[in-house]
Nanobody
Framework: QVELAEFGGGLVQAGDSLSLSCVFY????????MGWFRQAPGKERELVAA???????YEADSVKGRFTLSRDNAKSTVYLQMNSLKPEDTAIYYC????????????WGQGTQVTVSS
């Protein structure tokens, strides 16, 4: 069984930086693709960034060059460093895990609020 816990959300001003972390509780973290999603009020949940077990990364065009995703397999933790934040980055950010043998994110955290004021 997998549980995910996000940390690091908060209220910042435009242009500031914020770091989110997601701790993976369970077995075989190194076999999971880890993703960060976000959902803004009235909008659908979207994939922000993802990282494979081999640390290949994907970032959405809207955050490319500003957000960086990394993982520490020894700590079963994935990090999302968010720089040059914009008001449109305001959302609930969710961590999710996808086992390499599947094609869906089956495990989700509770989410953490990120609010960027202008």
């Amino acid at each position: 069984q997998v549980e995910l816990a996000e940390f690091g959300g908060g209220l910042v001003q435009a242009g500031d930086s914020l770091s989110l972390s997601c701790v993976f509780y369970g077995r075989s973290f190194s076999l999971y693709v880890m993703g960060w999603f976000r959902q803004a009020p009235g909008k659908e949940r979207e994939l922000v960034a993802a990282i494979t077990p081999g640390s290949s990364t994907y970032e959405a065009d809207s955050v490319k060059g500003r957000f960086t995703l990394s993982r520490d397999n020894a700590k079963s933790t994935v990090y999302l460093q968010m720089n040059s934040l914009k008001p449109e980055d305001t959302a609930i950010y969710y961590c999710a895990a996808q086992h390499m043998s599947t094609s869906t994110y089956d495990n989700w955290g509770q989410g953490t609020q990120v609010t960027v004021s202008s």
